[in-house]
């Protein structure tokens, strides 16, 4: 049974529903979340629900962590969406989906390490980092300028790491190396007898590898197979623009893929 890796929808429905039709369009019907359910988008309750029904599991991110207590070093938009997206949930007129979404942020996890169905060996999942699974990013261009970090990182994996964060799809592998998806053949990462590997999953709402189509991961047995979905941007960078809380720019950037 192959697994589908969804991370960082960041309140956009729009791209999660695509992303969940795709999904299912291909028969896989396990799904995992990497966390940064919430934040910057214009739909954090609509998400959260969608979230709790279609996936395994979620860790916690981030922006879930900021909403829950306090975004901090945030940048200002970034803080703004977080305290806006803190009175979506505090303004739901009933009680029992107001706790009920509130609980199951408070539930998510920051590390999850499990052998998937049909799987040969146990997969490791965090946001962030395995040093620090909410805030630490792993760069691609880390493997140049910060190659001891990578190292360090990767010494914390048994074989395979499933990250988001960034919003920037790739693999990194212990040489250290990164190969974004275009640099993969069909854009699949064929897991090899003795290397370690941390495959960042990109971002369902808010890529940045500008290719403005939402990310996703299928993890199979031998191979994690990445996607691109495009979806409907327009309708969620109009929704964000219509909230004065939120920044345009962050309507802005989807088109780019930034």
Known sequence: MPTAVISDVHGNAA???TVLADIASRGVTRIISLGDIVGYGPDPLECVDLIREKCQWSL???????VLYEPTNFNAPAEAAAYWTREQFDAEPD????????????????????????????????????????????????VVTAPDKVTTILERVQK???????????????????????E????????????????????????????????YVILHPDKAEFIRVAYD??????????IPQLSDWLGDRLYEGR
């Open 15 to 17: 791209a999660l529903k």
């Open 60 to 66: 916690m991110g981030n922006h879930d962590f900021g």
């Open 95 to 142: 009680d029992a989906k107001r706790k009920s979404r509130y609980d199951f942020l408070d539930r998510l996890r920051v590390r999850v390490v499990e052998t998937p169905p049909d799987g040969t060996f146990p997969v490791m999942a965090v946001h962030g980092s395995p040093r620090r699974p909410i805030n630490e990013y792993i760069f691609g261009d880390d």
């Open 160 to 182: 395979l790491c499933l990250v988001g964060h960034t919003h920037v799809p790739g693999v990194f592998t212990d040489e250290p190396d990164f190969y974004p998806p275009p």
């Open 184 to 215: 993969l053949t069909g854009g699949v990462y064929g897991f090899v007898e003795g290397e370690k590997a941390i495959v960042n999953v990109g971002s369902v709402g808010q890529p940045r590898d500008l290719d403005p189509r939402a990310s």
């Open 233 to 242: 941007i327009a309708a969620t960078a109009e929704k964000i623009k219509a």
